[in-house]
Every structure is written in structure tokens, then in C-alpha cells.
């Protein structure tokens, strides 16, 4: 049954895969001649729990204008005026800005290849993350420590030998879970904390919330980031994407 509303965050200006993002967003950078945000909006739509998509624009956003009519679902466009000078939280609480009260939500970040297996398993009661606990973790890679199925901490800072894996940028929300993360993350804009992640906003409730940690593998999923990372996803869409095996 589709209930969720999807949250893309699609503002950032993908300086480490320029010049292809020179005047392009991100996700318009094509992978087997198709972008990353059109393949975002077919797992979205295949998944089968997602009702409507926010696709929060800041980097060339009248790119992004034909693939929102073309959606196979509702899609809205929400701009983030201030893409360029802070963090990505802020790009969430502008999408949030539309949604519903009470409305179930999902976050993607804009920038994923992600198996429509893990989209349609993050559905559910309360708060449920992604996580890759394959994972290589370095200093780069957002961090989770779980204990017992339970995120009880997230950050980029965090030891990588003492975290469960790797956050990948898809978290799911609903119920009590979605209006408290929700207000938290605005709240937080609202007072100015506009340069960290919005990850370090999910630390705020996790006292209160139990964020589930779903294990995934890094087959299911890339971040296309770099030169390095589009390479790889190029490798695994001509491999044939939707055949690739889901450890969710």
C-alpha cells in the first residue's frame, strides 16, 4: 500500500564530479543512459510505499523541472535558497516544509543508487536506517554504533572499528517516530544550526527513539560521488541492476 512520502535531496553542487555537473544537479548525471534521479523515481515507484516525492532542488534546479512532470508518481520540486553556504539539514527542512501532518517519510539523499528491495523494506513502524555493515569505514563515510539492533549513535567522527557500518542516506519515519524527527530537524534549522548533517540531528531523539538499523550489503546500494563511484555504478547497471542479488 503506498503511504510514504519520499524526500530526495538533490540541492548539493557536486563539485567532485565536475565538469558533467557544471550546469547540471547531481542527480542528472547519467548512469546506462539514465540519470540517477530517474532511476531514484523508478525504485521509488516499484517499491510499492511510496505515495508522492519531494525532490528538494538548489544547483540548477530548472533541470529537474521535465523529470517531476514525468514522474510516474506525484512529484513536487521545493528549492533550497541556501544550497550553496550550509549543510545538507537544512535542505531537509525544506522538503519537510511540504509535508502533510502525520504524514509517513522517507529522506534519500540524491545521489544513491539503491535497491527498490531496501526502499520497500525500510517501510514500517517508527524509525528504520539503512545500513551497510559491509561496509570499508574510514574518515569519510557516515558511522553508526548500534547496539542491540539499536542505532545509539551517529557520525562521521565515530571509530571505525567500533561502528556497526555505514549510514547510506535512506532513513524511513512513521508514526510518533515521524512527527519528532520531523520537528526536531526543523527546529533545529530554525535555530540557526544550519552547518552539520542531518544525522547530527538524529542524535537529538535516539534517547527516546529507537532507530532500527537494517543491515544491508554494498552490492545494494552506491553513492555516486566522484569519478571513481560513477565508474562503479556504470559497472554495476551493465551487470543489470535489478538482477543484482538483495541481502535485505
Same mark, same amino acid.
Given at each position: ?11 548539493? $553542487? ?58 510516474? $508518481? ?47 523494506? $525500510? ?13 570499508? =569505514? ?19 567522527? =565515530? ?6 557500518? *555505514? ?31 542531518? *544525522? ?5 531523539? =535516539?534517547? *527516546? ?40
Amino acid at each position: 500500500m503506498n503511504q510514504y512520502c519520499a524526500i530526495v535531496l538533490a540541492a548539493g $553542487l557536486g563539485s567532485r564530479l565536475r565538469p558533467m555537473t557544471d550546469r547540471l544537479p547531481k542527480c542528472m548525471v547519467q548512469v546506462g543512459g539514465q540519470t540517477l534521479i530517474e532511476r531514484t523515481l523508478d525504485a521509488l515507484k516499484r517499491s510499492g510505499v511510496v505515495r508522492r516525492v519531494v525532490i528538494v532542488t538548489g544547483h540548477f534546479a530548472e533541470a529537474l523541472v521535465p523529470i517531476a512532470q514525468a514522474s510516474a $508518481l506525484p512529484t513536487t520540486l521545493v528549492h533550497c535558497d541556501a544550497f550553496a553556504t550550509t549543510q545538507n539539514v537544512v535542505s531537509l527542512a525544506a522538503g519537510l516544509a511540504s509535508r502533510a501532518p502525520g504524514e509517513p517519510w522517507m529522506k534519500l539523499d540524491g545521489d544513491l543508487l539503491v535497491k527498490t528491495e531496501i526502499i520497500a523494506a $525500510l517501510a514500517g513502524d517508527g524509525a528504520r536506517v539503512a545500513v551497510d555493515t559491509s561496509a570499508v =569505514l574510514g574518515a569519510e563515510e557516515m558511522k553508526v554504533n548500534v547496539a542491540h539492533g539499536r542505532i545509539v549513535m551517529f557520525g562521521k567522527s =565515530l571509530s571505525p572499528k567500533r561502528a556497526a557500518g *555505514e549510514s547510506i542516506g535512506i532513513e524511513a519515519f512513521s508514526g510518533a517516530a515521524a512527527e519528532r524527527v520531523a520537528a526536531t530537524i526543523v527546529h533545529a534549522v530554525e535555530r540557526g544550526r544550519t552547518d552539520v548533517y542531518y *544525522e547530527d540531528v538524529y542524535n537529538d531523539v =535516539l534517547a *527516546e527513539l529507537t532507530f532500527e538499523a537494517l543491515a544491508v550489503d554494498h552490492t545494494d546500494w552506491i553513492e555516486v560521488d566522484d569519478a571513481v563511484d560513477l565508474a562503479a555504478a556504470e559497472t554495476l547497471v551493465s551487470k543489470g541492476w535489478n538482477a543484482l542479488s538483495s541481502r535485505v
